[in-house]
């Protein structure tokens, strides 16, 4: 049985006694940001809670109607479901948002680590390319999506007219206008504008791989197909599962790009268009609050099944 010197003890106590105030200066540095913090994001999103249980249009309404789960499942006496639950538009706009980010992450993953494996290579010029890589992302996402609007138009884009003279469009058709094409053509947007961040994210993961296991892999006759598979995709893991969620939470609440491009069209609307929809253009603050509220379910339970099930850590 060993016991610890009692010279050592006063040790251990001024190191436990350290740690303490340590702990104590951190928490009190934190106060302010959490002060902040609760007052532009708290009171909001409890704000919309509650107003996502009333009957409000502020046009009207001197004063929001507690209604309980109207909001979200109601139906009348003829038997019409007026619910958010309940209506075509919101599952249509759900649907949409899911293409959306399926296409658009997967793209995106795909290209940046491209990008970066490239980027992270031994070629010249990398550092022209690293930069010349950002421009897209660099670009306001409004300035980007005008110019793609302007390059899809059916009349003088020169998108549409490579499509016109290769057979895909009709005369006096766009990618835009054309219901089956629309959702690939916000998607294509969506890949030029935010590959970059992908890639970024993942050449920052690439960086930190040490460069001896490469001369490892060298020495033992690895092909680089082998060990990309084998070296490079396992290490990398951790940083790309990172960067999948971030930009997945991007893409489901998706508003800008969209409704600058296609406005709040069905074959497109997303979840966070038809929230603006209901809370800006028809003035229905207790509605438009249930869409909201049920986006932040959407993301909060994709997150925590994300984060649970791939074991991302963040540290």
Known sequence: ???????SRPAVRRT??????????ALLLLVPMLLVLAAVAGYPLLRTIYLSFTEYNILQDPAPKWIGLGNYWFTT????????????????????TVRFTLGSVLLETVLGLAFALIINSKIRGRGLLRTAILVPWAIPTVVSAQMWNWMYNDSFGIISQWGQKLGFLHTGESFLSNPDTAMAALVAVD??????????????????????????????GA????????LTLPLLMPALLVALIFRTLDALRVFDMPYIVKGNAPETITMSIYARQELILNSQFGFGSAISVMIFLIIMVFTAIYVTSLRVRFD
């Open 223 to 230: 092909s680089p197909w082998t060990q990309f598979w084998r």
């Open 191 to 220: 890949v030029w504008k935010t590959t970059p961040f992908m890639a970024l994210l993942l050449l920052a993961g690439l960086q930190t791989i040490p460069s001896d296991m490469y001369e490892a892999a060298d020495v033992d």
């Open 77 to 96: 006496d003829e038997g019409v479901g007026l619910g958010v639950l309940q209506t075509p538009e919101w599952w249509q706009s759900v649907w949409n």
């Open 16 to 25: 436990r006694g350290l740690q303490a105030s340590r702990t104590r200066v």
């Open 1 to 7: 049985m060993t016991t610890t010197p009692t010279s």
